[in-house]
Every structure is written in structure tokens, then in C-alpha cells.
């Protein structure tokens, strides 16, 4: 160092390294024993490691003053942990959503949380979640774990401008990828099939992504998202799709009703019932009425459009409104199921010379007070056959001879089947089906279930040539799948064969 004064730099076992004026002049001074104890050479070394100390806690004190009043006051209150991880509210993902929230709100655009791991640890955490909308937020718990993504969802006729936001996003530092596909409710309309819609936004900031799942409103009340599928020219690499929790496949919810909370210090609105949401998500698989090839069976079979058909089709519809208002309020599950199922795939439609609207019901999900329930709607009971245990179908009596059928499945270790009853020698049928599983579908203007699997479904009721109307059918021997399943004892057929 330059100057006047000279500078202590290494002390050893039996040399002293100093350096004099000149900092290129370097000098070795050799101790003698009797040296080793002078004063001045304990003074030294005193002096130096006091200077060491004192300057080590100065810079100690100096960072520790830096990180409370510069790191603080930038990030927020909250730099907490979060279970066991050094993330707060500085955290990657935090930050993402939180520019997310920002930039929605600048442009009223009413996104809502419907990320199924962050709305169950609010759902099982609700009141301290409520309790914390009150205040400032102490600790980061829901936004602060290290995840790829976090899945928001839009009402797409609530959302004013698109594009402005699209610009926007990108502005301030989002990524943004945006998937389109055809309107599938404009599928029926030969002028306006083809049209697109946007189906998904996934926006990247950094390393985490917001998903942003566009819901679209359905004639039957209740909302729908489409599938996402990547267009030849995107990326793949742009985030690990794989990992998303939406998008696989279209899906189809209730219209939630809606609250706002502060989560982690960010004001956002989910859904009122948490809880009822995530068990919708595992069973909101949707599939479309088959429009295209509805068209080409109704060219080839000409569409029964006189007046009696279409007063039947009419009173069907009503019917079938009705029977699923009245299950749906009774908490009981169903599908379309027989001649309803097949109308809605084959043709879009109801069958005209049906003459009856025909459901399925798991056994596990019946309640006693099922019969009750329809004769309170005006369905009186007109046979009740079999019985929980075995057998059981329900037929009720709807307007002017448009019956409601009522059949009731029960579970094998590889099979499903139904039964059924002929009243006048008390002989049972079994009606056997491949396991199943339940899809969301539209139809009559309602959100219904159909088997997934709905071919197989199909073919086991109704053979290889379902395609081909046929109008003359025999419960008791025509479908594929039916086999003899013996005879009521006669002491029994009181309880199994009620007719009304």
C-alpha cells in the first residue's frame, strides 16, 4: 500500500514478512530467542487480532442490517420456509402468480384458482385461509412449494380483449403459447362447423408456467374446456406438458359458484366449495356427440320427421330433463343407457320408434327413496321388478305413454350386467356388458354420462350391426348379450313382480 505508513502482513513461527514504504521493497528480520518475548512484539500481535475481530463483526453486523431493511423491504414480509423448504415469498412460482394476478386484474379479466394441489391444501386448511384474508400474510404455504405449473381457468364470455392481453403478457416478461381448435357446438351447423376457439394459454415466467384453462358455456348450463393439443409448428420442449392437469382430454364441470380469498398474500377468486370441485376433476372426462357421422346415418336412413315423431321426440326430451333433475337432486349418479345411449351416438338423437327413455344405475348408488322421489315429480311407478339385491328395474309413467326405464347394474370380478323380469312366468334375463367407465356428454340440452367406452358398450346390447336400424326387438332374445338367469320362486313374486 502507498503512503506513510507501513503494514503487517503475515505473521510465522520465526519470521515477520513486513513491508516498508516502498510496497516492491520487501525485508526479512530474523528473531532471536531471547527476542520472542519483548513487549512490543506482544503488543503486535494483540493489536492485529483485535483489529481482525472488530473488523469481522463490523461486516458481520453490515450484512445482517443489509438483509432486514434492503431484502425485506423488496421482497415483501413474508421470506419464511415452507415446509421444510428454503422458498418464501421470493420463491420462483410465487412470483409467477403473482404477476399472473397482476396482470388479470389490470385488465378485468376474472381468472379463478383451479389447481387441484393448491385448492386441497386450502380445502383442508379453509378457516386459517379465511382467518388470513383478514390480515397481512405472516408465512408462504400454497405458492412457495417448487412445482412446473399452476392452473388457473377463464370464463371465455366474461373475457373482454384477448389480444390486448396477449400483447400485454408478453410485455412484461411472460412467454406465452396459445392452442385453438374447432368450436364443437357449432358442429351440428354446416355454415359455421369450423370456426376456432381458444382452448388454452400456458405462459411461462422463467422456469414456472401458468396454465390457463379457457372454459366456454354449454347450452345444458354448465361449462366445458376442450383438449389440448399441440399444432405441428409449436414447441414441445416449451414446458412438460405431460405434467399438466388439464388438458388431456375435454372436459365438462358445473358452473361453480365463486369467492375471493387471499392466499399467500394475493388476492384471487376460487371456487366457493373447494371440495366439490376437486371431485368433479377426476370425472370430467367429456366426449362429443358424433355429428359428422350423425349426418351420414340420416342420409342414408331418412330421419322419421312426422308429427308423431316429433311430439315423441319432444315429450322424450321432457322426460328425460326431468328424470335427470330428479337424480341429480336425489345425489344418484346415472347414464344414458339401451336405446337412449344408442340414439345419442348413432344419430345424435332420440330414437323415434323407442317409445321409452332407458337409464342405467350402479346398485351401490340406489336409495330407498328413488320410487318416492319420481311420483313427487309426477312419475308414478308402473312395474317395479327383481329386487336390490338381484334383478332390480324401475319403470315410471311419464306424459302420454313415454315410459322411463330404470336399469339397475351389478358388478362381477370381469363384467357388468343388468337383469330382467318377464312378468307373466316370473323368468329372469341377465344382460351382460364389459366393465365400464362414465363420460360427460351433451345431449337434449343437458349434461349427461355415457359410457366411455360406448361401442363396447353398444355392441354388447346391440350386436356388430348396430348401425342398422331395426325396429322389431324382442328384450327377451334379440340383444347379444342376454342369457337365461332361472325363474322367481312363486313365493316371491309378490315382492319381485309389482305391477300398477
Given amino acids: ?70 431484502l425485506s423491504a423488496r421482497n415483501g414480509p413474508g421470506s419464511s420456509k415452507s415446509k421444510g423448504n428454503r422458498v418464501g ?73 384477448e389480444d390486448g392481453w396477449f400483447r400485454i403478457a408478453e410485455n412484461m416478461g411472460f412467454q406465452c403459447l396459445k392452442t385453438e381448435s374447432k368450436d364443437p357446438r357449432l358442429d351440428g351447423i354446416d355454415s359455421l362447423s369450423g370456426t376456432e376457439i381458444p382452448l388454452h394459454y400456458v405462459c411461462k415466467l422463467t422456469t414456472h408456467a401458468i396454465h390457463l384453462v379457457v372454459f366456454h358455456e354449454r347450452s345444458g348450463n354448465y361449462l366445458w374446456h376442450g383438449h389440448l393439443r399441440l399444432k405441428g409448428h409449436m414447441d414441445r420442449k416449451f414446458v412438460p406438458f405431460r405434467k399438466l392437469q388439464f388438458g388431456r382430454y375435454p372436459g365438462a364441470f358445473d358452473r361453480p359458484e365463486l369467492q375471493q380469498v387471499t ?3 394475493l388476492d384471487m377468486l376460487i371456487p366457493k366449495d373447494p371440495g366439490r370441485f376437486l371431485e368433479e376433476v377426476p370425472h370430467s372426462r367429456f366426449i362429443e356427440c358424433r355429428y359428422k357421422e350423425a349426418r351420414a346415418f340420416l342420409q342414408q336412413y331418412i330421419d322419421d320427421n312426422t308429427v308423431d315423431a316429433m311430439v315423441f321426440r319432444k315429450r322424450a326430451k321432457e322426460l328425460l330433463q326431468l328424470a335427470a333433475k330428479t337424480l341429480k337432486d336425489l345425489g344418484v349418479p346415472f347414464w344414458l343407457s339401451s336405446g337412449t345411449c344408442l340414439g345419442w351416438y348413432r344419430q345424435c338423437g332420440i330414437i323415434p320408434y323407442s317409445k321409452d327413455v332407458d337409464l342405467g344405475i350402479f346398485i351401490q348408488d340406489y336409495k330407498p327413496d328413488i320410487i318416492l322421489a319420481f311420483q313427487e315429480a309426477g312419475l308414478p311407478l308402473k312395474h317395479k321388478f327383481g329386487k336390490v339385491e338381484d334383478s332390480l328395474e324401475l319403470s315410471f309413467q311419464g306424459k302420454n305413454d313415454v315410459k322411463l326405464d330404470i336399469f339397475f347394474f ?22 351382460l356388458f364389459p366393465k365400464f367407465t362414465l363420460c360427460w356428454t351433451e345431449f337434449v340440452d343437458i349434461k349427461v354420462h355415457v359410457p366411455c367406452e360406448t361401442v363396447d358398450y353398444i355392441e354388447a346390447n346391440y350386436g356388430k350391426t348396430w348401425k342398422i336400424p331395426i325396429k322389431t326387438w324382442d328384450w327377451k332374445s334379440s340383444p347379444p348379450n342376454v342369457q337365461p338367469n332361472g325363474i322367481w320362486p312363486i313365493s316371491e313374486w309378490d315382492e319381485v313382480i309389482q305391477l300398477y
Avoid at 507501513?6 to 531471547?34: C, M, Q, Y
Avoid at 386484474?105 to 393448491?118: H, K, M, T
Avoid at 412449494?145 to 380483449?161: C, E, G, I, M, S
Avoid at 351389478?410 to 323368468?427: C, F, I, P, V
Wanted: glycine share 4%.
Fill in 1 to 70: 500500500m502507498r503512503g506513510d505508513r507501513s503494514e503487517v502482513s503475515l505473521v510465522t513461527g520465526n519470521k515477520i514478512l513486513f513491508h516498508e514504504e516502498d510496497e516492491n521493497n520487501w525485508a526479512t528480520v530474523k528473531n532471536h530467542p531471547r527476542e520472542h518475548h519483548r513487549p512490543m512484539s506482544r503488543i503486535n500481535k494483540n493489536v492485529v487480532l483485535a483489529l481482525l475481530t472488530l473488523t469481522s463483526s463490523a461486516f458481520l453486523l453490515f450484512q445482517l442490517y443489509y438483509y432486514k431493511h434492503y
Fill in 89 to 161: 415469498f421470493d420463491s420462483t412460482q410465487w412470483r409467477a402468480v403473482k404477476k399472473f394476478i397482476m396482470l388479470t386484474s389490470s385488465q378485468n379479466v376474472p381468472v379463478f384458482l383451479i389447481d387441484p394441489w393448491i385448492l386441497e391444501s386450502i380445502n383442508k386448511n379453509f378457516e386459517q385461509v379465511k382467518n388470513a384474508s383478514q390480515g397481512p400474510a405472516s408465512e408462504c404455504r400454497f405458492f412457495c412449494v417448487p412445482r412446473d405449473f399452476t392452473a388457473f381457468a377463464l370464463q371465455y364470455h366474461l373475457w373482454k380483449n
Fill in 263 to 265: 392466499v399467500d398474500g
Fill in 410 to 431: 351389478y358388478e362381477e370380478a370381469d363384467h357388468l350386467w343388468n337383469g330382467g323380469t318377464q312378468a307373466r312366468t316370473g323368468k329372469k334375463f341377465k344382460y
